[in-house]
């Protein structure tokens, strides 16, 4: 049964910084894996989606990497923001049944 | 346009109410679902529907009852529910149900069950 952690549960740095998420899962037999992003008690917005076959995608200030054979994938966030202040969740699509099963998210924390 | 609408944003209910919650996308998007989060939770896959016909149901209560009218429109009528129903319900929507694509999702419909 495929499991998703992220690690750590929580995250608190200065404005500015470079920081790295962690997401890892069991099962490397995955379809996918996406990086969403929740604000308080609103929905999420996806970041970015990384194929299998891709190794990692970016978006503007986001870069998410895959290791499938390792069943780890890192959200790198470059000059972080007070406005990235959000929990970050990841979830995986398995090639079985292609639903997402989610990590527990990584509550982030941007102080100025 | 990539949005995803849901009403009411928050709602209150007895336990003897019934009410419905709505979601409506135009990305012409083919596969629906409905996700229950509670407070520091992931999302928790409810239904699935796929080209308007219900694909996956989570072993969900019957007193939630989805309908999918047409492939823009996703309700979820309520029924009699339970104080631990109380919970963000969230709307998301694909292009198709097996495509890989990411889910849009919606804000959600914030519900407390009294």
């Known amino acids: 049964k495929q499991e998703v952690t992220q690690i750590p549960a929580a995250l608190s740095v200065p404005e500015g910084e470079n920081l790295v998420l962690n997401c890892s899962f069991t099962?490397?037999?995955?379809?996918?894996l996406q990086w969403f992003r929740q604000d308080p008690g609103k929905g999420l917005t996806s970041l970015l989606l990384?194929?299998?076959s891709q190794r990692e995608q970016t978006s503007g200030r986001l870069n998410a990497s895959l290791d499938k054979s390792s069943g780890r994938s890192t959200l790198y966030i470059a000059a972080s923001q007070p406005g990235d202040s959000a929990t970050y969740l990841c979830?995986?699509?398995?090639?079985?049944?292609?639903?997402?099963?989610w990590g527990a998210g990584t509550k982030l924390i941007i102080k100025p | 346009d990539t949005e995803v609408t849901q009403t009411p944003k928050h709602l209150v209910m007895g336990m003897t109410n019934k009410k419905s919650l709505k979601c409506e996308q135009h990305m012409g998007h083919r596969a629906m679902y409905w996700y229950k989060q509670k407070a520091k939770k992931p999302p928790e896959l409810m239904f699935v529907?796929?080209?308007?016909?219900?694909?996956i149901n989570e072993s969900v209560p019957s007193r939630f009852s989805p309908e999918c009218p047409n492939s823009s429109l996703l309700n979820l009528h309520l029924h009699a529910l339970q104080p631990e129903d109380s919970a963000l319900y969230l709307c998301?929507?694909?292009?198709?149900?097996?495509?890989?694509?990411?889910?849009?999702f919606g804000p959600g419909t914030r519900l407390l069950v009294l």
């Open positions: 529907y796929s080209y308007e016909k219900l694909s």
């Open positions: 979830a995986v699509t398995p090639d079985s049944n292609y639903q997402l099963i």
């Open positions: 998301a929507s694909q292009a198709h149900l097996a495509g890989g694509e990411t889910q849009y």
């Open positions: 990384i194929q299998s």
């Open positions: 099962d490397s037999a995955i379809y996918n």
